[in-house]
């Protein structure tokens, strides 16, 4: 296979997978674990044009405008808004833990339901 082939193929799938990963971050319905697959291929194709790099294969100017810029500005775009929804992630996580420390606290008081609508102190 040539390598200027397989280079061009790897930056336009790099690119098409970017602009499939926006589409999902910027979807408000997304969870952030649909993400992990597009952000597995993508580091997958970075693996892949990294060993090129490093095998002495250059970008073209054209190559860079067309597939790299465009990435790095779709980058630019996505990342505040995936690290918004991981510190909303981190602070739902405190929170049930925080939860689920009170529970274990006070038991099922909370929880509990009682058919008589009325709670009944069984201390003497």
């Known amino acids: 296979m040539n390598t200027d082939t397989s280079l061009e193929s790897l930056l336009n ?6 602009r499939s990963l926006e589409e999902r971050v910027v ?3 997304s969870e952030p674990e649909e ?3 597009l952000l597995d291929k993508r580091q997958e194709h970075i693996d892949a044009l990294t060993i ?4 002495g294969i250059a ?3 054209s190559q860079k405008k067309s597939c790299l810029q465009p990435a790095y ?8 808004i995936m690290d918004q929804k ?6 739902e996580i405190i929170n049930l ?12 008081y909370g929880n509990s339901y009682s058919p008589y609508g009325a709670f009944f102190d069984t201390k003497k």
């Open 13 to 18: 799938d790099f690119l098409h997978i970017t």
């Open 27 to 29: 979807d408000e319905n």
């Open 35 to 37: 993400w992990i697959e």
């Open 52 to 55: 090129l790099l490093s095998q």
């Open 59 to 61: 970008f073209t100017d």
């Open 73 to 80: 500005e779709i980058d630019l775009r996505i990342f505040p």
């Open 86 to 91: 991981k510190k909303k992630l981190e602070s």
């Open 97 to 108: 833990k925080k939860s689920k420390a009170a529970n274990q606290q006070y038991g099922d």
